[in-house]
């Protein structure tokens, strides 16, 4: 896996969209991060009342809490993680285009080794992501939490882990959608076409399947943002706060993982490419 991460390295390394699209994307991902308490200083000092948007921002990004309410905005579907399936996509179709898998299929490589050499990457991508996310916290919470003790600094960190498990998980069906397509245009409009099918699917059929349903459970592991300074319920917010992560919910998105690299390697496998 690491001598196919590396080769993987070397094609990306020299691409000049791949140096684009990830510097995008850590920008937006910064501008995202840190841009909200500055928005909301900015309006605590416009309201006339900075002490209510003080107190906001700090139950916002106080330790422990901070985790998931963070990695609950990063993996929101119709967020900032699309531009990680966009790089995943163009990625994995530029090698159909340039006849880069043949070529490496010639040379003696199989295609499980190309598919072994994507997922490489897909991990390391969302290790990045993961990291980003994880530095922005501690540099947050340090600054907006009370208490900085080993326990609230770190406690709740199973959510960074839920990050991650949803964004490898979304990242395999991009590749997926990839292989199954082959042309980054057809590609993207499949990716884009399909986020606005589920919903109408999910709509339609019983509640008790909207769950299984591929982006739904890939993005149910974090559920819903926290705190745990405020749990008051009145008839006007009669809200549940997700408290933990549920088994059930990361199985069925590793599942769904699991099943996307095997339909991707029988495509592989009986295509001629």
């Known amino acids: 896996m690491i001598r196919l991460l590396k080769i ?3 094609k990306v390394l020299s691409y000049k969209a791949f140096w684009f699209m990830i510097s995008f994307y ?3 991902l910064a501008i995202m991060i840190f841009g909200i308490p500055g928005l909301i ?3 605590a000092e416009k309201s006339g009342e900075p002490t209510r948007f003080r107190i906001f921002k700090a139950i916002v990004f106080n330790f422990p809490d901070i985790w ?3 990695a609950f905005v990063a993996s929101l579907r119709y967020f900032i993680k699309i531009i990680l399936g966009i790089i995943v996509i163009i990625l994995v179709t530029s090698e159909f285009h340039f006849l880069t898998v043949r070529a490496n299929i010639i040379n003696g490589f199989s295609r499980g080794d190309f598919l072994s050499g994507k997922l490489a990457m897909i991990l390391l991508l969302a290790i990045f992501s993961t990291f980003i996310i994880f530095l922005s916290g501690l540099y947050l919470g340090f600054t907006n939490s009370a208490s900085v003790s080993i326990n609230h600094v770190f406690g709740k960190m199973q959510y960074l882990a839920g990050y991650f498990i949803e964004i490898v998980s979304y990242l395999i069906f991009c590749m997926f959608l990839a292989i199954l397509f082959k042309k ?5 409009i499949a990716q884009f ?3 606005i099918i589920e919903p109408i699917i999910d709509y339609k059929i019983n509640d008790s399947l909207t769950p299984y349903l591929p982006l739904n459970a890939m993005n149910r592991i974090i559920q819903t943002p926290n705190t745990s300074l405020i749990k008051v319920k009145t008839a006007e917010f009669n809200f549940d706060f997700q408290e933990f992560i549920a088994f059930q919910d990361v199985a069925v998105c590793l599942g769904y993982a699991g099943l996307f690299v095997i339909l991707s390697l029988l495509i592989l496998r009986h295509r001629d490419i």
């Open 68 to 70: 998931q309410n963070i």
């Open 184 to 188: 980054t245009g057809i590609t993207f």
């Open 193 to 195: 076409v399909y986020l």
């Open 26 to 28: 850590s920008a937006l």
């Open 8 to 10: 993987e390295l070397k």
């Open 41 to 43: 200083d900015y309006v």
